[in-house]
């Protein structure tokens, strides 16, 4: 038993460092490499969402994909400028679908909630002869 936890937890100590200190891809291919791969294969105007290494988030569509980075029309209700981010400094990409908005599924459910409610109500007056 002392064994297995002596292992276990040395295990655990080694894959944290092992992460941290390698930049490539397992294809020994940088981040930076793979993110304008990936950008390359999207159409102009794709909805994406990229995250940066600090932490921040824009979503929007994608305008133009350059050497160094890729240009993003961010989705806002008032209208700002394109933003241009490095391939350096993105951490992810993520390709987005043009769906509902969660409020349009909140009241798209309220409207057939309701509508339901009114047929049942109508059918027990019928029924009440």
């Known amino acids: 038993m002392k064994t ?3 292992y276990t937890l040395a295990a655990l100590l080694a894959v ?3 992460q941290a ?3 490539r891809t397992a294809s020994g291919q940088s981040d ?3 993110w304008r ?3 390359m294969k999207l159409d102009a105007g794709a909805p994406v969402r990229v995250r940066t290494r600090d932490g921040k988030s824009v979503e929007g569509h994608l ?3 350059m050497p160094d980075g890729v240009r993003i029309n961010p989705k806002t209700r008032m209208e700002v400028p394109i933003r241009s981010i490095a391939f350096a400094d993105i951490s992810k990409i993520e390709r987005r679908g043009e769906g509902w908005s969660p ?3 909140v009241f798209l459910g ?3 909630g309701a509508g339901a409610a009114v047929i049942l109500f109508i059918s027990l007056l019928s029924h009440l002869d």
Do not use: R, T
Request: charged share 10%; hydrophobic share 55%; proline share 8%.
């Open 4 to 6: 297995f936890l002596v």
């Open 16 to 18: 944290p460092h092992a």
């Open 21 to 23: 200190q390698s930049p």
């Open 32 to 34: 930076a490499d793979m």
């Open 37 to 39: 791969e990936f950008a």
């Open 63 to 65: 305008i133009q994909v």
């Open 103 to 105: 409020g349009a599924k």
């Open 110 to 112: 309220v409207g057939i």
